[in-house]
């Protein structure tokens, strides 16, 4: 035998062998085509190319001609490689159409077309598709995870190979991505897009299930954009009625459960006031911010509040709470939330989120999705009646509005805190130190001899700015985190918007939507109070905790 590196690392092959099958022989995976081990070696396909540094000199060959000699280094992880083998194989095999007309027996190029597309369609996360043979090189995705996400995991690639490559060169899923889907919203050419979950929408309707909708609280300030009207236009109403129209058999209100996040998140603070802590308590409803704290700041775990985000409290009610109520076996629904969000894609196949090994939110439409789902079922937009949602989990107040703006579950939070704790009514309800579009708001509240210190940041770069004013000694008792822009209003499953002012057009939406509501602090809502009377006991409760309550990894 001799001496070779693989990778960096030394091992023992025999003289004769040839680099690939001393690479295989040790666990290393080449992808190849014209090889095959009962042929004469053809050396044509170059799909199995490597990198050899042999005398000072390094070439990028195929590694079933290769032989290999003493003190060769080899190399198949490099970007460089990955790149040359995807082209030589994209050379000799058309993607995607040709393959999927094929069966079983094409496994092994099937196998070969997905490492091929490593790059060029890179299908790794739960939440973001990258498809370069749509990209038009305008680089809006890179600089909008550098400048508002201050991220920078994508780049614009100079050389060969895709135009917009991961800047580690490794699959989304496999870098920091938090599938905030911010590069989503301003890529022009769908190149950049959610993980489609329309075809699983339309398969559970087309196989009878009871499929019931859910709308979070920022969608009805921007579903009208998909339909031609001005940004920030209402339409909750009329989403109601597409809903129906489109097949929901029922269609709930998210809202509702972000009442409920209040109750449950309040009395965690207040617990947390009584015992000391962990300070800062942080929001945990946004999925994007959650993947950053678990892969950037996992010392701050402890910190997050332990309430599923509404959309996660809101499934587990639906098949626990309504299907008793209704009688409905919960196995015959099929729960789907319509989000702006693309990382409430991820968020769905949390391990921590199943129950009985089963999923509580079987499909998450984006905004733009669920406007595509409207038109493709052919339904007249401008024609829609109004319609309320169904009962008895539809109801909700202003405060739960307030949550798809940065600084509403702020806003909502300080209502039902200050109203509980004091045994007092607030002399006027709104907040307007944590409103607006500011990156980072801070505030210091009075509640009962307690100065309560606050913060809130929205936009990715932000949050990154004010964590580490934390790590640096800030002191708050509850910070509020949106990992977009503005927050769910500005979220990445939004529709797409050339407009300069979008945000805060949403935003007063959402603002107007508190005001004209009746009902304006969430422990005032009749049916939560409803809801903890004859189900869950107490906010904190045991069935509380089981249906509304995670846990988070790191
Ligand atoms: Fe949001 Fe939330 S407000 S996270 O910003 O807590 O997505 O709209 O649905 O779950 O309620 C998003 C919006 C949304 C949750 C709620
Ligand atoms: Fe960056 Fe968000 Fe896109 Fe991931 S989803 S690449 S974090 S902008």
Not at 375 to 385: A, E, M, S, V
Not at 490 to 504: A, H, T, V
């Amino acid at each position: 035998t001799i001496k070779i590196q693989i990778n960096g690392t030394e091992y023992d092959v025999p003289a004769d062998a040839s680099v690939l099958e001393a690479c295989r022989m040790h666990g290393f995976t080449i992808p190849t085509l014209c090889y095959h081990p009962r042929l004469r070696v053809a050396g044509s396909c170059r799909v199995c190319v490597v990198s050899i540094e042999q005398d000072g000199e390094i070439q990028i060959k195929p590694s079933c001609s290769a032989k290999v000699a003493p003190g060769m280094k080899v190399r198949t992880d490099t970007h460089d490689v990955k790149v040359k083998s995807a082209e030589a194989l994209r050379k000799l095999v058309e993607p995607e159409a040709k393959i999927a007309k094929r069966d079983g027996q094409t496994a092994e190029l099937e196998d070969l077309i997905d490492r091929a597309n490593d790059g060029w369609r890179d299908t790794s996360s739960f939440s973001i598709v990258r498809d370069m043979d749509l990209c038009v090189k305008c680089g809006r995705c890179v600089r909008a995870c550098d400048q508002l996400q201050g991220l920078s995991l994508l780049a614009t690639n100079t050389g060969e190979g895709a135009p917009i490559v991961t800047s580690t060169g490794a699959p989304l899923a496999e870098t920091d991505c938090i599938s905030c889907g911010q590069c989503t919203t301003f890529c022009p050419a769908g190149a950049i897009r959610e993980v489609d979950h329309i075809e699983r929408v339309l398969k559970a309707m087309d196989d009878k299930k009871i499929v019931v909708l859910q709308t979070a609280p920022s969608t009805r300030v921007a579903i009208s954009e998909c339909f031609g009207e001005p940004s920030g236009s209402i339409g909750t109403g009329k989403m109601v009625a597409a809903a129906k129209l489109a097949g929901f058999s029922y269609v709930f209100d998210t809202n509702f459960t972000a009442d409920l996040t209040i109750m449950e998140e309040g009395t965690e603070l207040l617990g947390r006031v009584a015992n000391g802590g962990p300070f800062p308590m942080f929001t945990s409803c946004c999925p994007g911010w959650i993947n950053l704290c678990e892969k950037r700041f996992p010392e701050y775990i402890p910190n997050l509040s332990s309430c599923r985000s509404p959309m996660q409290m809101m499934s587990p009610i639906i098949k626990t709470y309504f299907a008793k109520r209704t009688g409905i076996n919960p196995d015959d629904l099929y729960v789907v939330a319509m989000m702006p969000c693309t990382a409430k894609k991820d968020e769905i196949e949390r391990p921590q989120m199943f129950r009985d090994g089963k999923k509580d939110t079987e499909a998450v439409l984006t905004t733009r999705e669920l406007g595509e789902l409207i038109k493709r079922k052919g339904i007249n937009w401008d024609d829609l009646p109004d319609l309320p949602y169904d009962d008895p989990i539809g109801a909700s107040t202003g405060a739960a509005a307030l949550f798809g703006a940065t600084g509403g579950v702020m806003e909502a939070a300080l209502r039902t805190a200050y109203e509980l704790k004091t045994g007092k009514t607030l002399p006027s309800v709104e907040f307007q130190q944590v409103r607006g579009l500011a990156g980072v708001k801070e505030a210091e509240i009075p509640v009962d001899g307690l100065n309560v210190r606050v913060a809130v940041a929205s936009g990715t770069a932000n949050v990154l700015a004010l964590m580490d004013k934390i790590k640096k000694g800030a002191e708050y008792h509850f910070v509020e985190i949106m990992a977009c822009p503005g927050g769910c209003i500005g979220g990445g499953g939004q529709p797409i918007s050339l407009d300069k002012d979008i945000l805060k057009k949403r935003m007063e939406s959402i603002y107007s939507i508190d005001e004209r509501s009746v009902i304006r602090k969430s422990h005032e809502n009749p049916m939560i109070t409803e809801i903890y009377k004859n189900f869950f006991g107490k906010p904190g409760s045991h069935l509380s905790h089981e249906l509304l309550h995670t846990t988070y990894s790191d």
